[in-house]
Structure formats: structure tokens, C-alpha cells
């Protein structure tokens, strides 16, 4: 507010009211100003190496049944159809318990459980596999498939992406169909349940993305090139790993920093995969699987 200089002003009898200056006003007060604050920096997890299992032959994917891991071998060339991939079954502690499980796979990656079934991905087909005996059950050639990556089951339903055609398809022990195709799953890779969403990585854009159903798909972040696998952490961020040798962070709000990078050794972080406060990667190169716990 302004103030206002008061001068007295007399009333004289047959004289005329003597000369006054204007009003004199107060200098106004700066105006106050404050700086806007800073966003607040993403709160990133702490991860301890706790074991590496050495050994395997291009480790790619990772699936969890009865406290035993089943990890795929590609052996071979990741698009080769030449009968030298595998499965290996190793205990939590990272112990082998069983070298060539299931013999006789293409070029084996994703794998998922489901009723007592371990689904496998095998370049151009997909194979489901008991796991009580060990036994190839059926094997399900996918037409026009490009190159089968990744799986998960999610909602009663197992799902198959294909890097090669940018499509995700649901399977079961009879067969199969088209879920999702979006221009967008350019190098669809990564899959991951979460409760009433699916978690998708892509290579192409190096981005997450998530969807309720085949008709949704929304981005939750990006630029994390040839992104492989997905966990979701207690606090509702993300670690994404990049099979080139790289794991990110990604927050709540889409921001993406890297925790971890190994490309120049090179230690290949391939199926990134959750189970419990463990963090499981297999790496393709040189043929480990490391355990990480999460910390704060």
C-alpha cells in the first residue's frame, strides 16, 4: 500500500491558502519473489551383486518355478535353427543343478509357467514343455514370425512377443493367435505382468510401455535403446535392462537414469527378471547369470 505525506492546512480569515507542494509518495516495496522449487531427484535403488553362475552358453531367458531357476541356452546363433539350444535348471544360490535339462532347442529365449507347462520361445515357434518329466509336449510353429523373444503370463493368458514383425501373440498348449500389432512394438522384446497392466520394452525406441488390453498402449518412458527385460519395484519405478550391457532406472514420472554399464567388457544384461528382492540377469555374453539384491 502507498502511503501519503500529510501536511496541515489553516484556514486564515480574508487570506488566500498558502502554497503546498504535492504529496510526497513512499518509494513502493520491491516485490517479493521466490524461485520455483526444484524437482526432487528420483530416489534410485541400490544394487548388490550377490552371485554369478558361469558356464552357460548365451543365457537369455529366465522363468521361476519350486525355488528353481530355468534359464535358457541359445548356444547357438540367436536366429539359427540348428538344434544346439537348451534349458538349464540352477538353484537360487546359483548353483547348476542340471546342465541340459531339455536338449535338442533352436534358439531358446523367453520362457514362461504356467499350470505346471514351461512355455519356450524357439525363434519361429514356441514350445510347451512339462516340467515334471522334462518332456516336449508340442511344438507350435508361428506363421509369418520374424523372431519370437520374449514371455509372460499375465491374467490367466501367456504372451509371446515377436521382434521381428512387431507383434505380441497369446498362446497356450494348443496353439495360438494375433493379440497386439502396433507399429510402435518396432523390436518388441521385453514382457512383464502387472496386476491389471502389461509391461512391454521395445529395442527400436529403446521404450516401456505398458497396456490393459490388445486395443491400449501407452508410453512410460524411452530412450533406452534394444531394452530387454522388465522389473517393477516396490516404490512403482522400473528397472529396465538394455542387452548391450546396461540397466536403467526408470521413475514414477518416466525419467530414466542408468544404474549399471558394461558394454565395453562386454557383460550382456539380457533378461532382466524380479523374483522376490532378487534381481536375475542373464548374460549372453560371457555365459553367466548374476543375482542381484535390491537395496535403497
Known amino acids: 500500500m502507498h502511503r501519503y505525506a500529510l501536511i496541515p492546512v489553516l484556514a486564515l480569515a480574508a487570506c488566500s491558502q498558502p502554497e503546498t507542494s504535492e504529496p510526497e509518495l513512499a518509494a513502493p516495496e520491491p516485490p517479493v519473489t521466490s524461485a520455483a522449487p526444484e524437482a526432487a531427484a528420483p530416489v534410485l535403488p541400490e544394487l548388490t551383486q550377490v552371485w554369478v553362475a558361469a558356464g552357460l552358453s548365451s543365457p537369455e531367458g529366465v522363468a521361476t518355478a519350486d525355488g528353481v531357476l530355468y534359464i535358457s541356452n541359445v548356444a547357438g546363433e540367436g536366429g ?37 507347462k514351461l512355455f519356450v520361445s524357439d525363434y519361429d515357434a514356441y514350445h510347451v514343455i512339462d516340467l515334471a518329466s ?62 491389471d497392466r502389461l509391461l512391454i520394452a521395445t529395442m527400436s525406441s529403446g521404450s516401456l510401455y505398458e497396456t490393459m488390453g490388445a486395443r491400449d498402449l501407452t508410453e512410460i518412458a524411452t530412450g533406452m535403446d534394444n531394452a530387454d527385460g522388465i522389473a517393477v519395484l516396490d516404490d512403482g519405478s522400473y528397472l529396465v535392462s538394455s542387452w548391450p550391457g546396461q540397466i536403467w532406472h ?37 555365459g553367466t547369470v548374476t543375482a542381484w539384491r535390491i537395496g535403497d
Open 80 to 116: 539359427a535353427k540348428d538344434g544346439e539350444g537348451w534349458i538349464s535348471r540352477l538353484s537360487m544360490d546359483g548353483e547348476i543343478l542340471e546342465e541340459k535339462w531339455v536338449e535338442g532347442l533352436n534358439a531358446p529365449k523367453g520362457l514362461g509357467i504356467r499350470d505346471g
Open 134 to 195: 522334462g518332456e516336449i509336449e508340442n511344438t507350435y510353429p508361428v506363421e509369418g514370425a520374424g523372431f519370437l523373444n520374449d514371455i509372460a503370463v499375465w491374467q490367466g493368458g501367456v504372451y509371446l512377443s515377436d521382434s521381428g514383425s512387431a507383434r505380441i501373440f497369446q498362446i497356450d498348449v494348443n496353439g495360438y493367435k494375433e493379440w497386439l500389432a502396433d507399429e510402435r512394438l518396432g523390436g518388441v522384446n521385453g514382457l512383464w505382468p502387472d496386476g
Open 250 to 286: 526408470v521413475s514414477t514420472d518416466g525419467e530414466t537414469t542408468e544404474l549399471h554399464n558394461t558394454v565395453d567388457v562386454p557383460v550382456y544384461q539380457n533378461d532382466l527378471t524380479r523374483i522376490g528382492d532378487m534381481i536375475i540377469v542373464p548374460n549372453w555374453q560371457p
